[in-house]
């Protein structure tokens, strides 16, 4: 790549986040971007898990931009191949691929005071890029994350991780465990039992799980959503209108809590007869306290006479197989990890240096906070998608996303309209915004006693909203001056000409 001005935007990762922050700069007739993608491929996510069975567990008429609508959803929960499938079709229609630059892994985000703009460096690259704004667009879900378990490294076997999947490894006539009974491990464990010979599930804690209730989406419907624009709207607004009500029953401890376990202990009593088995998949913490799990064909497949559910705890793992606390060894093939992601809970996605040579890892080291999930005081023109504490429990992560993508999108027109030198949001109403944030998350199921991904260690909740979606996109529909302090750019600042690549 030539040398070329300095840009006014970048976008880091070609996930959902980062294609929609394009999409959405164009429409608003901001041009001068680039998106910088360490894969070789767009999606993020859904272009890493590719595991057996993976699909969505919020249905396709949310889980898309209403921007970008999409009438050819097949069926109600989309698999992954589809969800990459809209993905790329968004890159196509928008014609954002000339932007992307693939193979370009971010190793440093460092900001200049004097000159009012952020660096990115790339691992095995020796030029860097220079920009007005980024965009840390690469996501919670970005890095796969094995558990810290004593031996885990001896493991003779094939080791598989769901966001790694191996597709060349055969299961046939394999013994085969699976850690973890988490969202992946719900999907991944029937098509397991189709293939291999012995399938042994290691459950830490059982969660709540509602059915999923699947259905194709006729011919006629598909027609009538391309045809009338409209239709489309109206279900996708009683989709999210429908899960927004669950938020009374998920996101705080109510009389609709207990109808939402009830449903869920239905469905238990439903699909497992073996008492024993029962009680050993019945939570005993609040519905929505942890992600809930969403599967019709899961509690069959447990019940396969070639699936074992194991509910010792894993004490260590060995060169044959894996220990449990009561001492016996396990032997395996293969082990599968459905053990998820290191969410950046404490920590920032990439090394990012803002104004006086802070660091953003370090300021996060107890909990990661950000001023409505996007901006964070001391790194002016930086902004995050799906941040700190925009997490939703009930509705669609898009949702957010897209009312965040909007809120960051006239901050940058706002830089660039009036030529300013930083965007930087104010410490105070920053400490405001996330004092009273964590009030009102103590009052939720998510901080009422039980451990999830969703809390650090010490119990801090970096990672979900408390609240409605309605609430947050509100929150988020104006950039407001007063949050801000704007330093305008001097009269004669020059243009800077940067190496891209």
């Known amino acids: 790549m030539s040398e070329t001005q300095l840009l006014d935007v970048a976008i880091i990762g070609a996930g959902f986040a980062g294609i929609g922050t394009a999409i959405r700069l164009r429409q608003k007739g901001i041009g001068d971007f680039a998106i910088f993608e360490r894969g070789d491929r767009v999606g993020g996510t859904w272009r890493d898990n590719t595991y057996p069975g993976a699909a969505c567990d919020i249905p396709s008429r949310l889980y898309s931009y209403s921007f970008a609508p999409n009438p050819n959803w097949s069926q109600t929960y989309s698999g992954s191949a589809e969800i990459l499938g809209y993905i790329d079709t968004m890159v196509r229609e928008f014609g954002i691929e000339p932007r992307i630059r693939f193979g370009h ?3 440093g985000v460092d900001y200049d005071q004097v000159s009012g703009t952020w660096t990115i460096s790339f691992s095995g690259r020796r030029r860097k890029v220079k920009a007005r704004s980024v965009v840390l667009a690469s996501g919670p879900l970005a890095n796969a994350s094995l558990p810290a378990i ?15 999947w191996d597709h ?21 464990i029937p098509e397991l039992v189709e293939r291999a010979d012995a399938v042994k599930v290691f459950q830490r804690t059982p969660g ?31 989709w ?17 809590t207990r109808v939402v376990e009830q449903v869920a202990l239905l469905h238990l009593r439903t699909q497992v007869r073996d008492p024993w088995l029962r009680r050993q998949l019945t939570p005993d913490f609040r519905a929505g306290c942890k992600r809930l799990l969403m599967s019709s064909d899961y509690y069959p497949a447990l019940q396969r006479d070639n699936c074992t559910l194991v509910t010792w705890p894993i004490a260590s793992i060995s060169p044959k197989g894996i220990r449990t606390a009561e001492g016996i060894e396990h032997r395996f093939d293969c082990i599968v990890f459905a053990t998820g992601f290191e969410v950046s809970k404490t920590g920032s996605p990439v090394p990012v240096t ?41 509705n669609s992560a898009l949702v957010y996303m897209e009312a965040q993508i909007d809120y960051l999108t006239d901050a940058i027109g706002l830089i660039l309209d009036r030529n300013l030198h930083a965007l930087e949001v104010r410490r105070d109403r920053q400490d405001r915004y996330n004092a009273r944030l964590q009030r009102r998350l103590s009052a939720t199921t998510w901080n009422s006693g ?25 929150e988020l529909a104006r950039v407001d001056p007063d949050d801000f302090e704007l330093t305008p750019a001097a009269r004669d600042r020059r243009l800077l000409r940067v190496a891209t690549g």
């Open 150 to 164: 004593d031996g885990i490294e001896t493991f003779e076997g094939h080791k598989i991780h769901s966001a790694r």
């Open 240 to 256: 999210f209108w429908g899960h927004e009500s669950v938020a009374l029953g998920v996101v705080w401890n109510t009389p609709l």
């Open 354 to 394: 803002g104004r006086d040579g802070r660091v953003l890892a370090d300021e996060w080291s107890r909990g990661a906070y950000a001023f409505k999930s996007v901006t964070v005081a001391g790194y002016p023109n930086l902004f995050l998608t799906f941040g700190p504490n925009s997490g939703p429990g009930h």
């Open 105 to 107: 892994n971010v190793t």
């Open 208 to 238: 709540w799980v509602l059915p999923r209730l699947n259905r194709q989406t006729n011919a006629l419907t598909r027609q009538l959503y391309r045809q009338l624009p409209i239709t489309q709207s109206l279900a996708r607004e009683a």
């Open 450 to 474: 039980c451990r999830s991904w969703y809390l650090t260690e010490d119990g801090f909740n970096a990672t979900m909203y408390p609240g409605f979606g309605t609430q947050y996109a509100r």
């Open 168 to 188: 060349d490894y055969d299961f046939t006539g394999k013994r085969v465990a699976v850690v973890g009974t988490g969202a992946s491990a719900v999907q991944i």
